[in-house]
């Protein structure tokens, strides 16, 4: 009996240490990830570190205007007036947000013209672009 109770806590003994190892190895190969990410991370971090540098660099006031004045031949450009200048709400508005025209029937009430608003928002999306085949 005794040598029973012995081989059954030798192969617990041995299920647990095998578990363990298993989790272990598990939790080794998850922070080795993390390591692997924190590193893409910060890489990408400092790219755009680089990037904002850079972009700072080509856009200085005083390159631009040696640009401006090396190219105002070929390019032609002239400052822009402030009164060119337009807000958003002095835009027209397009025309699928105009709202559609009301009809008066033979009484004089007033009714709304469906198809015509239909027919409307159908031109605004078949205008040709350019940019895709149709």
């Not at 200048?85 to 009809?103: I, S």
Request: hydrophobic share 40%.
């Amino acid at each position: 009996m005794l040598r029973t109770l012995d081989i059954v806590l030798i192969v617990v003994m041995t299920g647990a240490a095998t578990v363990t190892y298993t989790i272990k190895h598990k939790a080794e190969n998850k922070l080795e990830e993390v390591r692997s990410l924190d590193a893409q991370i910060k890489l990408e971090e400092d790219t755009i570190d680089l990037l904002r540098a850079d972009w700072a660099l080509l856009t200085q006031p005083n390159r631009l205007d040696r640009l401006v004045t090396a190219y105002d031949k070929d390019l032609q450009l002239v400052p822009t007036d402030p009164t060119q200048l337009a807000h958003p709400e002095e835009l027209p508005m397009l025309k699928a947000d105009v709202p559609p025209p009301e009809e008066k029937d033979s009484k004089g009430k007033k009714k709304a013209a469906p198809a015509v608003a239909a027919r409307e928002s159908q031109e605004t999306d078949e205008i040709s672009t350019g940019s895709v085949a149709r």
